[in-house]
Structures are given as C-alpha cells and as structure tokens.
C-alpha cells in the first residue's frame, strides 16, 4: 500500500490477484497462477484457508451489524468478488455505510466499478502504512461519522506490514481514531502454522509485490493491546462462531486454515 499508484504489472505476482485465484476468481495473469500454484503443491489447503478467510469476514460483518454497527471500514479490501462487506452489512442493517480501501490500482478500478454506489458505499486509494492518512481522507471523513462506532476491517493485510513499517504504531494509531463501542476485525498469518506451508509462502510471496511477515500467536496478541477481544478471542479462521458448514474443511485440524482471526471492542 503505497502512496503512489503502483501501476499494472502483469509480470509480477500480486497479492489481491493469488487471493483471487485461491478463491477461484478470474482476475489474474499466467504470472498468478504459477505463483499460487507453487504454494499449492506443498500447502493445498490454502485455496480451503482462504474461503475460510472469506467465511470468517462475513461472519464477523454480520456479528458486528446485528449489535449495531452500520459503519464500516474495510481496509486492504482486495478484488471485488462475492458477499462482499456492503452486501453482507446491509442484509442485516440496510442504512450500513461502508467505506472500502486499497492502495492496488487495479482493485480500484474493479471496486470502483462494482462496488461503490450513490451514497452508502466508498471506495478510497490508500496505504495502511500511513492509518493518519487514511483516518483525515476527505472522502473517509464524508462517508463515516467517526464520532460514532465505526468496525475496521483487516482482515489478512496485516501479515503484508513488516516489522520496518512499524505495525504497533499502525494498530495504536487506527485505535485512538475510533469512538469507544468501535470494533476490530483482523485475520493474519502466523509462522505458527505448518512449517512446510509457512516455508513455501514466505518465499514464493518474497518475489510478488508484497512479502509476507507471518507472526507468532504472541505477536499477533501484542498488535491486538488495547482491544478487548469478543469471545472466542484469538482463534483458527474456523473457529470463530462457526456457521456448521465452516467446519468442514478444518474438522479435525482448525490449525490447517493458516490463519489466526479476532475480534476486538474499543472500550
């Protein structure tokens, strides 16, 4: 997520289009799939972790609508495909803003032209790398009443933020922007996952427009300070108030969904 427009480069694996594909989407390049398909020959359960990503982001949407939130920010929102967060929001609270953000200017043309609509949907260029940004962006303030309960969603984009970019510093700083009964959605990578897996996509992502930084359960946790987690706190992707057809992927190993997801309220 970058200031400046990264421009089109179909050479160079991209992230929103790999998570496409695991997705089983048609916005990629032949440079995608073999990418995605290096990770798939040691870790095939990525295409099951990233629905279960998808599952979890819904089902937090909806958690989050039905106490009332009818804001949304969704930051790092990737390509437009189905149940998107507008959707979801407003089959439980048809009055839901949401504003969508990303720095990838393809996923911008795709969510500008899919996604955004007369008054009630956004969609905004901007880099998590820089939350004050972001926060004070006149199309950010015009779309959400900030002195009210906003829910931000980062749902697998933290994991893109090295250590260099200061993620703490990025967490406080979306935190102390937020009205107390704000919430947080994350989901991110962690290195405590199969280590076969943890091996093949850190490396294979080293060579695509954003590397990877998979966190330890411990590091996650730290980034989650000064939330306080709804039950069932920090979690696999399929364990968190689970539809039954969540489960089935991941019924005996929730640790094969790659992925740790929670919750957090702003007291």
């Known amino acids: 997520m970058e200031r400046e427009s990264l421009g089109f480069d179909p050479n160079t694996p991209n992230v929103a289009r790999l998570y496409d594909y695991y997705l089983g989407g048609k916005d990629h390049f032949p440079a995608d799939r073999r990418a995605a398909e290096r990770i798939l020959r040691v870790a095939p359960e990525v295409r099951a972790a990233a629905r279960a990503n998808r599952a979890f982001l819904g089902r937090a949407v909806r958690f989050l609508a039905g106490l009332g939130v009818t804001q949304f920010l969704d930051i790092g929102t990737g390509l437009p495909t189905r149940d998107n967060v507008h959707e979801v929001a407003r089959a439980v609270a048809p009055e839901s803003k949401v504003v969508y953000v990303d720095r990838d200017p393809v996923v911008l043309v795709h969510a500008r032209a899919l ?4 008054g009630q949907t956004t969609v905004v260029e901007g880099d998590l790398r820089d939350p004050h940004d972001i926060m004070k962006n006149p199309d950010v303030v015009g779309a959400l009443d900030f002195d009210q309960p906003v829910g931000v969603l980062l749902v697998a984009i933290m994991h893109f933020i090295g250590e260099a970019d200061d993620p703490v510093r990025i967490m406080t700083a979306i935190r102390e922007s937020l009205a107390p009964g704000s919430y947080l959605v994350m989901s991110h990578g962690t290195s405590d996952a199969r280590s076969a897996a943890v091996t093949r996509a850190t490396d294979v992502y080293r060579r695509t427009d954003a590397p990877l930084t998979l ?9 989650l300070a000064g939330w306080e987690l709804v039950e069932p706190g920090l979690t696999w992707l399929p364990q968190w108030r689970p539809d039954q057809a969540d489960l089935i992927d991941f019924a005996d190993h929730p640790e094969s969904s790659l992925v740790l997801c929670g919750v957090g309220r702003k007291s």
């Open 115 to 118: 996604l955004a609509d007369s």
């Open 215 to 223: 966190r330890s359960r411990h590091r996650i946790e730290e980034l």
